[in-house]
């Protein structure tokens, strides 16, 4: 396990300079915070997401060859897909097979993007479906065999029967104090105090409606009851996958969702119960702030862990939020604040020598 200390970046950074490409441009500094990246995982995917991000060579690279292996694994183009101009960003983008690696080939490129243009990540934290790039990015994992078992994970799912996750809008003594909500859902997530998710069968959903009548709550744009026991006929397959691939050391420490905890090191199953374990956002960001502030950067298509951090971060933290890709655009614009951030860092340290 690793403790939660900043010592500048040269190991990382030295780790990092060998990460995608032998042309990433690091920074010689150490940022004032340092910096997180966020992976999100399921709903929070939609069609067109990252498209203005095309436009820069890199992010295009990372998601021509990542859609090699769904070609092969699939048969099919997912990034055709995701940018297929007959659907609109609000049309629902569900198929397991196909949202999946979206997913994680977005997110993955967009961090091998950042990286390139030198906002390298001292942290990185995945939740649900984002611990693949979350692990790609830390070097736990070579992104093919990530996208492999992404694929393979949504082939297994793909088994188990239609599902869905309701967020809901208040705190979760509301799911352990209502038997009606507790005996028809499992929790999946607890993202900040007044917000948490629970998964269900699809048939159910109809009764959990009447059961959080007065009550806030939004379906989220998922086909399975992700982190609960109706995906638990997919875990003999996949934790069998999983016995097969490569694991390493992280060179970047993981701020882990599972277990309120930052690790090197990841189990066997971490790949499974990232998606069938609860996950404990709001525990973690508790957790990490007690003993220092953070530069989080959503790497997720959609700001959802941004757009949580509002709400769970101590009032006295000094931490910083920034989202890059969203249904809005504007996502240059946003690197280009970003590295002009790492630009003006490393212009006050080299003053202050």
């Known amino acids: 396990m690793c403790c939660i200390e900043h010592n500048g970046r040269s190991a990382q950074a030295q780790a990092l300079a060998t990460f995608g490409s032998e042309n990433l441009r690091l920074n010689l500094y150490t940022p004032t915070l340092p910096t997180v990246f966020m992976f999100s995982g399921q709903g929070s995917q939609y069609y ?4 203005e991000l095309r436009t820069i060579h890199y992010f295009e690279q990372t998601l021509c060859e990542l859609d090699e292996v769904c070609r092969a694994m699939l048969g099919e183009s997912v990034v055709a897909h995701v940018y297929d101009p007959n659907y609109a960003i609000s049309d629902p983008f569900k198929q397991t097979l196909l949202s999946h690696p979206a997913i994680f080939i977005v997110e993955l490129a967009l961090a091998k993007t950042l990286i390139y243009c030198g906002v390298v990540p001292q942290y990185v934290l995945g939740t649900s479906l984002g611990s693949f790039a979350a692990a ?15 694929i393979k994970q949504a082939e297994v799912i793909d088994s188990c029967p239609a599902g869905s996750m309701i967020a809901v809008m208040d705190h979760v003594d509301l799911y352990y104090n209502n038997r009606d909500l507790s005996s028809l859902s499992d929790l999946a997530g607890t993202n900040f105090d007044s917000h948490f998710v629970v998964s269900l069968p699809k048939e159910y959903e109809c009764d959990l409606g009447e059961v959080l009548a007065g009550t806030t709550f939004q379906v989220l744009p998922v086909s399975h009851a992700f982190h609960s026991r109706w995906i638990d006929q997919a875990a003999l397959p996949y934790l069998d996958y999983l016995k097969g691939l490569n694991i390493s050391c992280a060179q970047v420490p993981l701020l882990c969702s599972l277990s309120t905890s930052i690790t090197d090191t990841l189990s066997d199953r971490f790949f499974w119960d990232v998606i069938r374990k609860p996950i404990l956002f709001y525990d973690l960001i508790d957790f990490i702030e007690k003993n220092q502030n953070f530069r989080y950067i959503d790497c997720g298509p959609s700001g959802t862990l941004t757009t949580f951090l509002k ?7 000094h931490s910083h939020t920034h989202t890059v890709m969203s249904q809005y655009g504007k996502e ?3 690197i280009r604040s970003l590295v002009d951030q790492e630009k003006a860092s ?3 340290q080299l003053k202050g020598c």
């Open 48 to 51: 067109a997401m990252g498209r």
């Open 136 to 150: 790609v990015v830390a070097q736990c994992i070579d992104e093919e065999q990530a996208m492999k078992a992404v």
């Open 311 to 317: 709400y769970a971060l101590p009032a006295h933290s």
């Open 332 to 334: 240059a614009k946003k």
């Open 346 to 348: 490393a212009q006050d």
